[in-house]
Protein backbone atom coordinates (compact mmCIF):
# COMPACT_ATOMS: atom_id res chain seq x y z
CA UNK A 1 0.00 0.00 0.00
CA UNK A 2 1.27 3.67 -1.33
CA UNK A 3 1.11 6.36 1.11
CA UNK A 4 -1.28 7.98 -1.23
CA UNK A 5 -3.57 5.34 -0.86
CA UNK A 6 -6.18 5.93 1.88
CA UNK A 7 -6.16 3.70 5.04
CA UNK A 8 -8.84 1.36 4.93
CA UNK A 9 -10.45 0.52 8.68
CA UNK A 10 -11.22 -3.64 8.72
CA UNK A 11 -15.08 -3.93 8.87
CA UNK A 12 -15.35 -6.14 11.87
CA UNK A 13 -13.55 -3.00 14.26
CA UNK A 14 -16.14 -0.54 15.57
CA UNK A 15 -14.19 2.20 14.49
CA UNK A 16 -14.80 0.46 10.69
CA UNK A 17 -18.53 -0.12 11.18
CA UNK A 18 -19.36 3.46 12.16
CA UNK A 19 -16.60 4.21 9.14
CA UNK A 20 -18.47 2.17 6.62
CA UNK A 21 -22.23 3.77 7.85
CA UNK A 22 -20.84 7.06 7.81
CA UNK A 23 -19.79 6.89 4.46
CA UNK A 24 -22.50 4.54 3.36
CA UNK A 25 -25.65 5.71 4.94
CA UNK A 26 -24.15 9.05 6.50
CA UNK A 27 -23.34 10.74 3.51
CA UNK A 28 -26.62 10.95 2.51
CA UNK A 29 -28.37 12.58 5.22
CA UNK A 30 -29.18 16.21 4.30
CA UNK A 31 -28.54 17.80 7.40
CA UNK A 32 -25.67 18.37 10.02
CA UNK A 33 -28.42 17.91 12.62
CA UNK A 34 -29.75 14.23 11.45
CA UNK A 35 -25.86 13.23 11.16
CA UNK A 36 -25.25 14.30 14.53
CA UNK A 37 -28.96 12.91 15.78
CA UNK A 38 -28.59 9.44 13.83
CA UNK A 39 -24.75 8.93 14.82
CA UNK A 40 -25.29 9.60 18.12
CA UNK A 41 -27.98 6.90 18.30
CA UNK A 42 -25.73 4.28 17.16
CA UNK A 43 -23.35 5.23 19.17
CA UNK A 44 -25.57 5.11 22.18
CA UNK A 45 -26.70 1.25 20.70
CA UNK A 46 -22.96 0.30 20.36
CA UNK A 47 -23.05 1.10 24.40
CA UNK A 48 -20.86 4.51 23.84
CA UNK A 49 -21.71 5.83 27.49
CA UNK A 50 -22.67 9.56 25.81
CA UNK A 51 -24.92 11.79 27.42
CA UNK A 52 -23.44 15.27 25.84
CA UNK A 53 -21.87 15.28 22.29
CA UNK A 54 -21.17 18.95 21.11
CA UNK A 55 -19.56 19.84 18.12
CA UNK A 56 -18.40 23.89 17.22
CA UNK A 57 -17.80 23.84 13.49
CA UNK A 58 -16.24 27.32 12.24
CA UNK A 59 -17.48 29.31 9.52
CA UNK A 60 -16.69 32.02 6.87
CA UNK A 61 -19.76 34.51 8.07
CA UNK A 62 -19.75 38.26 8.44
CA UNK A 63 -21.82 37.83 12.16
CA UNK A 64 -21.06 34.46 13.98
CA UNK A 65 -17.85 32.67 14.33
CA UNK A 66 -19.39 28.96 13.57
CA UNK A 67 -21.83 26.64 14.49
CA UNK A 68 -22.33 24.95 17.94
CA UNK A 69 -24.00 21.57 17.66
CA UNK A 70 -25.67 19.95 20.92
CA UNK A 71 -26.65 16.75 21.07
CA UNK A 72 -27.64 15.53 24.41
CA UNK A 73 -29.62 11.93 25.56
CA UNK A 74 -32.15 12.81 27.26
CA UNK A 75 -33.91 14.59 24.55
CA UNK A 76 -32.48 13.15 21.99
CA UNK A 77 -31.93 16.16 19.65
CA UNK A 78 -29.52 18.59 18.07
CA UNK A 79 -29.88 22.14 19.57
CA UNK A 80 -27.83 24.65 17.18
CA UNK A 81 -26.43 27.92 18.02
CA UNK A 82 -24.46 30.54 16.36
CA UNK A 83 -21.92 32.04 18.64
CA UNK A 84 -21.19 35.73 17.49
CA UNK A 85 -17.67 36.91 16.81
CA UNK A 86 -18.06 38.99 20.27
CA UNK A 87 -17.64 35.77 22.00
CA UNK A 88 -14.04 35.62 21.44
CA UNK A 89 -13.46 38.08 23.86
CA UNK A 90 -15.45 37.11 26.45
CA UNK A 91 -14.64 34.82 29.41
CA UNK A 92 -16.90 31.87 28.37
CA UNK A 93 -14.81 31.62 25.17
CA UNK A 94 -11.28 32.49 26.35
CA UNK A 95 -11.93 30.30 29.51
CA UNK A 96 -13.23 26.92 27.43
CA UNK A 97 -11.34 24.26 26.32
CA UNK A 98 -12.18 25.58 22.68
CA UNK A 99 -9.84 28.28 23.16
CA UNK A 100 -7.17 26.17 24.03
CA UNK A 101 -7.62 23.60 20.95
CA UNK A 102 -8.33 26.40 18.29
CA UNK A 103 -5.46 28.47 19.54
CA UNK A 104 -3.12 24.98 19.11
CA UNK A 105 -1.90 25.11 23.00
CA UNK A 106 -3.29 21.50 23.34
CA UNK A 107 -3.95 18.45 21.31
CA UNK A 108 -6.91 17.16 23.40
CA UNK A 109 -8.28 17.47 26.27
CA UNK A 110 -9.45 14.69 29.19
CA UNK A 111 -11.14 14.95 32.69
CA UNK A 112 -12.15 12.42 34.78
CA UNK A 113 -14.68 13.50 37.06
CA UNK A 114 -15.71 10.91 39.03
CA UNK A 115 -11.98 11.35 41.01
CA UNK A 116 -12.24 11.96 44.76
CA UNK A 117 -10.53 15.48 43.29
CA UNK A 118 -11.49 15.86 39.74
CA UNK A 119 -9.44 18.66 37.99
CA UNK A 120 -12.19 21.56 37.10
CA UNK A 121 -9.58 24.01 35.24
CA UNK A 122 -12.33 24.71 32.77
CA UNK A 123 -16.01 26.42 33.92
CA UNK A 124 -17.75 23.77 31.57
CA UNK A 125 -16.43 20.64 33.72
CA UNK A 126 -18.32 22.37 37.23
CA UNK A 127 -21.13 22.52 34.91
CA UNK A 128 -21.12 19.26 33.89
CA UNK A 129 -20.51 17.93 36.87
CA UNK A 130 -23.31 19.20 38.35
CA UNK A 131 -25.17 17.07 35.90
CA UNK A 132 -23.79 14.28 36.98
CA UNK A 133 -20.68 13.90 34.34
CA UNK A 134 -18.18 11.28 35.18
CA UNK A 135 -15.83 11.63 32.18
CA UNK A 136 -14.85 14.64 29.41
CA UNK A 137 -12.97 14.81 26.22
CA UNK A 138 -12.46 16.92 23.79
CA UNK A 139 -10.67 16.89 20.69
CA UNK A 140 -9.74 19.33 17.42
CA UNK A 141 -11.50 18.16 14.39
CA UNK A 142 -9.60 19.23 11.96
CA UNK A 143 -10.41 20.23 7.90
CA UNK A 144 -8.55 19.48 5.01
CA UNK A 145 -7.83 23.18 4.68
CA UNK A 146 -6.41 23.23 8.17
CA UNK A 147 -9.14 24.86 9.34
CA UNK A 148 -9.23 23.84 13.29
CA UNK A 149 -12.83 23.01 14.59
CA UNK A 150 -13.53 21.15 18.17
CA UNK A 151 -15.73 17.92 19.14
CA UNK A 152 -16.27 17.10 22.64
CA UNK A 153 -18.04 14.04 24.17
CA UNK A 154 -19.26 13.63 27.77
CA UNK A 155 -20.06 10.55 29.98
CA UNK A 156 -22.64 9.78 33.00
CA UNK A 157 -21.72 6.23 33.65
CA UNK A 158 -19.45 5.11 36.51
CA UNK A 159 -15.91 5.27 35.18
CA UNK A 160 -16.60 7.25 32.35
CA UNK A 161 -15.16 6.25 28.42
CA UNK A 162 -12.81 3.04 28.33
CA UNK A 163 -9.49 3.54 26.73
CA UNK A 164 -10.86 1.18 23.45
CA UNK A 165 -14.40 3.39 23.49
CA UNK A 166 -12.17 6.48 22.99
CA UNK A 167 -10.23 4.83 20.29
CA UNK A 168 -13.18 4.14 18.31
CA UNK A 169 -14.20 7.64 18.53
CA UNK A 170 -10.95 8.94 17.69
CA UNK A 171 -10.62 6.27 14.26
CA UNK A 172 -13.81 7.70 13.12
CA UNK A 173 -13.19 11.09 13.30
CA UNK A 174 -10.95 11.68 9.77
CA UNK A 175 -14.39 10.22 7.51
CA UNK A 176 -17.01 12.51 10.32
CA UNK A 177 -14.49 15.80 9.49
CA UNK A 178 -15.16 14.98 5.83
CA UNK A 179 -18.57 14.94 5.75
CA UNK A 180 -19.20 17.93 7.74
CA UNK A 181 -16.45 19.58 5.62
CA UNK A 182 -18.73 18.97 3.14
CA UNK A 183 -21.72 20.42 4.86
CA UNK A 184 -19.73 23.51 6.37
CA UNK A 185 -18.65 24.57 2.60
CA UNK A 186 -22.53 24.27 1.20
CA UNK A 187 -23.54 26.42 3.90
CA UNK A 188 -20.30 29.13 3.71
CA UNK A 189 -21.40 28.73 0.03
CA UNK A 190 -24.90 29.38 0.64
CA UNK A 191 -24.32 32.38 3.33
CA UNK A 192 -21.68 34.31 1.33
CA UNK A 193 -24.23 34.66 -1.59
CA UNK A 194 -27.12 35.26 0.36
CA UNK A 195 -24.77 38.12 1.75
CA UNK A 196 -23.16 39.34 -0.83
CA UNK A 197 -26.15 39.09 -3.82
CA UNK A 198 -29.17 38.50 -1.50
CA UNK A 199 -31.41 35.73 0.08
CA UNK A 200 -33.16 35.30 -3.44
CA UNK A 201 -30.68 36.03 -5.68
CA UNK A 202 -27.88 33.95 -4.22
CA UNK A 203 -30.84 30.63 -3.83
CA UNK A 204 -30.95 31.44 -7.90
CA UNK A 205 -27.11 31.38 -8.49
CA UNK A 206 -26.56 27.90 -6.33
CA UNK A 207 -29.66 26.56 -8.64
CA UNK A 208 -27.38 27.38 -11.80
CA UNK A 209 -28.21 30.86 -12.95
CA UNK A 210 -24.52 31.83 -13.29
CA UNK A 211 -23.68 32.52 -17.10
CA UNK A 212 -23.90 35.91 -18.90
CA UNK A 213 -27.50 36.38 -19.86
CA UNK A 214 -29.32 34.14 -17.70
CA UNK A 215 -32.27 35.87 -15.72
CA UNK A 216 -35.77 36.22 -16.01
CA UNK A 217 -38.07 38.98 -16.88
CA UNK A 218 -40.48 39.99 -13.45
CA UNK A 219 -43.24 42.69 -11.80
CA UNK A 220 -41.65 44.05 -8.58
CA UNK A 221 -41.46 47.11 -6.88
CA UNK A 222 -38.54 49.05 -7.50
CA UNK A 223 -36.43 50.63 -4.18
CA UNK A 224 -33.95 53.53 -4.63
CA UNK A 225 -32.12 55.41 -2.32
CA UNK A 226 -29.24 58.16 -1.63
CA UNK A 227 -27.54 59.47 0.76
CA UNK A 228 -27.56 63.25 0.48
CA UNK A 229 -24.61 65.49 0.63
CA UNK A 230 -22.41 62.60 0.62
CA UNK A 231 -19.71 64.31 -1.10
CA UNK A 232 -19.35 66.99 1.21
CA UNK A 233 -19.62 64.52 4.12
CA UNK A 234 -16.59 62.62 2.61
CA UNK A 235 -14.57 65.74 2.16
CA UNK A 236 -15.17 66.97 5.89
CA UNK A 237 -14.98 63.50 7.73
CA UNK A 238 -12.19 60.69 8.19
CA UNK A 239 -12.87 57.85 6.28
CA UNK A 240 -13.37 55.90 9.60
CA UNK A 241 -16.40 58.39 10.40
CA UNK A 242 -17.82 58.60 7.04
CA UNK A 243 -18.05 55.26 6.55
CA UNK A 244 -19.63 55.39 9.97
CA UNK A 245 -22.53 57.40 8.39
CA UNK A 246 -23.02 55.23 5.34
CA UNK A 247 -23.25 51.90 7.50
CA UNK A 248 -25.51 53.77 9.61
CA UNK A 249 -27.63 54.85 7.07
CA UNK A 250 -27.39 51.65 5.33
CA UNK A 251 -28.72 50.09 8.16
CA UNK A 252 -31.49 52.20 8.18
CA UNK A 253 -32.57 51.47 4.64
CA UNK A 254 -31.60 48.34 3.27
CA UNK A 255 -32.25 47.23 7.01
CA UNK A 256 -35.91 47.81 6.77
CA UNK A 257 -35.50 46.32 3.02
CA UNK A 258 -35.23 42.93 4.88
CA UNK A 259 -37.23 43.05 7.67
CA UNK A 260 -40.19 43.00 5.42
CA UNK A 261 -39.03 40.71 3.04
CA UNK A 262 -37.13 42.63 0.39
CA UNK A 263 -33.99 41.93 -1.40
CA UNK A 264 -31.05 44.16 -1.58
CA UNK A 265 -29.23 43.84 -5.14
CA UNK A 266 -26.69 46.59 -5.19
CA UNK A 267 -25.00 49.07 -2.69
CA UNK A 268 -23.75 51.75 -5.35
CA UNK A 269 -21.33 54.43 -3.39
CA UNK A 270 -23.98 56.03 -1.20
CA UNK A 271 -26.94 54.67 -2.98
CA UNK A 272 -28.76 51.05 -2.65
CA UNK A 273 -31.12 49.46 -5.22
CA UNK A 274 -33.58 46.72 -4.08
CA UNK A 275 -36.70 44.83 -5.49
CA UNK A 276 -40.00 43.56 -3.81
CA UNK A 277 -41.02 40.91 -6.71
CA UNK A 278 -44.26 40.69 -7.47
CA UNK A 279 -44.07 37.56 -9.82
CA UNK A 280 -44.26 37.07 -13.84
CA UNK A 281 -44.06 39.68 -16.49
CA UNK A 282 -46.71 42.49 -16.28
CA UNK A 283 -48.58 40.61 -13.56
CA UNK A 284 -51.38 43.22 -12.28
CA UNK A 285 -50.48 45.22 -9.66
CA UNK A 286 -53.65 44.38 -7.24
CA UNK A 287 -52.61 40.58 -7.55
CA UNK A 288 -49.20 42.47 -5.06
CA UNK A 289 -51.81 45.05 -3.30
CA UNK A 290 -54.69 42.89 -2.33
CA UNK A 291 -52.68 41.14 0.34
CA UNK A 292 -51.80 42.53 3.53
CA UNK A 293 -48.77 40.79 3.02
CA UNK A 294 -48.58 41.85 -0.84
CA UNK A 295 -45.10 43.20 -1.82
CA UNK A 296 -46.74 46.87 -2.22
CA UNK A 297 -47.73 46.66 0.93
CA UNK A 298 -44.34 45.44 1.90
CA UNK A 299 -42.63 47.89 0.61
CA UNK A 300 -44.47 50.81 1.84
CA UNK A 301 -44.27 49.19 5.09
CA UNK A 302 -40.41 49.58 5.06
CA UNK A 303 -40.56 52.78 3.87
CA UNK A 304 -42.18 53.78 7.14
CA UNK A 305 -39.88 51.46 8.99
CA UNK A 306 -36.71 53.19 7.48
CA UNK A 307 -37.88 56.98 7.85
CA UNK A 308 -38.72 55.87 11.58
CA UNK A 309 -35.09 54.26 11.73
CA UNK A 310 -33.58 57.70 10.51
CA UNK A 311 -35.62 59.81 12.75
CA UNK A 312 -34.33 57.82 15.37
CA UNK A 313 -30.65 57.56 14.76
CA UNK A 314 -30.98 61.39 14.10
CA UNK A 315 -31.85 61.78 17.21
CA UNK A 316 -29.07 60.11 18.27
CA UNK A 317 -26.80 62.49 16.28
CA UNK A 318 -28.43 65.47 17.41
CA UNK A 319 -28.05 64.75 20.78
CA UNK A 320 -24.30 63.99 20.47
CA UNK A 321 -24.10 67.81 18.61
CA UNK A 322 -23.92 66.00 15.12
CA UNK A 323 -25.76 66.97 11.76
CA UNK A 324 -28.99 64.98 10.92
CA UNK A 325 -28.90 62.65 8.61
CA UNK A 326 -30.64 63.76 4.96
CA UNK A 327 -32.10 60.86 2.25
CA UNK A 328 -33.95 60.12 -0.87
CA UNK A 329 -36.44 57.13 -1.51
CA UNK A 330 -38.26 56.36 -4.45
CA UNK A 331 -40.95 53.86 -4.81
CA UNK A 332 -41.95 52.32 -7.92
CA UNK A 333 -43.30 49.21 -9.65
CA UNK A 334 -42.64 48.34 -13.31
CA UNK A 335 -41.28 45.26 -15.64
CA UNK A 336 -37.63 44.88 -14.93
CA UNK A 337 -34.83 42.45 -16.65
CA UNK A 338 -33.50 40.48 -13.09
CA UNK A 339 -30.17 38.18 -13.58
CA UNK A 340 -26.68 38.47 -14.82
CA UNK A 341 -24.89 41.46 -16.35
CA UNK A 342 -20.82 42.27 -16.89
CA UNK A 343 -18.32 39.95 -18.90
CA UNK A 344 -17.83 36.31 -18.47
CA UNK A 345 -15.13 37.06 -15.75
CA UNK A 346 -17.06 39.38 -13.37
CA UNK A 347 -20.96 39.26 -13.05
CA UNK A 348 -22.97 41.20 -11.53
CA UNK A 349 -26.63 39.94 -10.68
CA UNK A 350 -28.90 43.29 -10.40
CA UNK A 351 -32.00 44.62 -11.96
CA UNK A 352 -31.64 46.65 -15.46
CA UNK A 353 -34.96 48.35 -17.79
CA UNK A 354 -37.28 50.89 -18.07
CA UNK A 355 -38.68 50.80 -14.76
CA UNK A 356 -35.41 50.55 -12.71
CA UNK A 357 -34.17 53.94 -14.28
CA UNK A 358 -37.30 55.92 -13.89
CA UNK A 359 -36.72 54.87 -10.46
CA UNK A 360 -33.49 56.56 -10.31
CA UNK A 361 -34.86 59.53 -12.03
CA UNK A 362 -38.39 59.71 -9.33
CA UNK A 363 -35.32 59.57 -6.00
CA UNK A 364 -33.06 62.21 -8.35
CA UNK A 365 -36.93 64.54 -7.83
CA UNK A 366 -36.43 63.95 -3.78
CA UNK A 367 -34.36 67.17 -3.03
CA UNK A 368 -36.22 69.13 -5.78
CA UNK A 369 -40.02 69.12 -4.31
CA UNK A 370 -38.77 68.99 -0.91
CA UNK A 371 -39.87 65.31 -0.05
CA UNK A 372 -37.60 62.44 1.80
CA UNK A 373 -39.99 59.91 -0.10
CA UNK A 374 -41.56 59.66 -3.56
CA UNK A 375 -44.02 56.78 -4.91
CA UNK A 376 -45.08 56.75 -8.32
CA UNK A 377 -48.76 56.48 -10.10
CA UNK A 378 -48.87 52.78 -9.20
CA UNK A 379 -48.92 53.05 -5.52
CA UNK A 380 -52.35 54.74 -5.47
CA UNK A 381 -54.66 52.36 -6.78
CA UNK A 382 -53.74 50.20 -4.27
CA UNK A 383 -53.53 52.32 -1.07
CA UNK A 384 -55.27 55.72 -2.39
CA UNK A 385 -56.26 56.72 1.65
CA UNK A 386 -52.20 56.57 2.38
CA UNK A 387 -51.14 58.97 -0.51
CA UNK A 388 -51.40 62.92 -1.34
CA UNK A 389 -50.85 63.80 -4.66
CA UNK A 390 -47.60 66.06 -5.24
CA UNK A 391 -48.91 67.04 -8.78
CA UNK A 392 -47.49 65.90 -12.22
CA UNK A 393 -43.58 66.46 -12.66
CA UNK A 394 -41.42 65.38 -15.66
CA UNK A 395 -38.62 62.95 -14.84
CA UNK A 396 -35.23 63.40 -16.46
CA UNK A 397 -35.29 61.29 -19.56
CA UNK A 398 -39.00 59.82 -19.35
CA UNK A 399 -41.07 61.08 -21.50
CA UNK A 400 -44.42 61.51 -20.57
CA UNK A 401 -44.84 63.86 -17.24
CA UNK A 402 -45.79 61.36 -13.99
CA UNK A 403 -48.14 62.31 -11.27
CA UNK A 404 -45.59 61.70 -8.24
CA UNK A 405 -47.40 61.06 -4.41
CA UNK A 406 -46.23 60.95 -0.80
CA UNK A 407 -46.81 59.31 1.79
CA UNK A 408 -49.78 61.37 4.10
CA UNK A 409 -48.29 60.17 7.44
Known sequence: ???????????????????????????????????????????????????????????????????RYEWRRDRGSVTEHLPPHGILRNSQYLDSPMSAIFDGDVEGIRRRLDTPDPRLDYPILRELLAEGATDYVAMPLTFSDGTVNAVTIASDRQGGFSDEQLKQFYDMLPVLSLLLEIHSNRRTARTLLETYLGKHTGNMVLDGMVKRGDGESIHAVIWFCDLRDSTRLAETLSLDSFLGILNDFFDCMAGAVLDHGGEVLRFIGDAALAIFPIGGTS??????????????????????DARQRIDALNKRRQEAGDPPIRYGLALHVGDVMYGNIGVPQRLEFTVIGKAANEAARLEGLCKEVGEPILISSAFP???????????????????EPQEIFALKH
Open 1 to 67: MTKSQPRIVAASSPAGHFSEWLLADGAKIPTVKELIEQLSARLIDDGFPIFRLLFLIRTLHPQVIGI
Open 283 to 304: KLLEEACTPSEGACKRALDAAR
Open 381 to 399: RCFPGEMRSLGTHSLKGVS
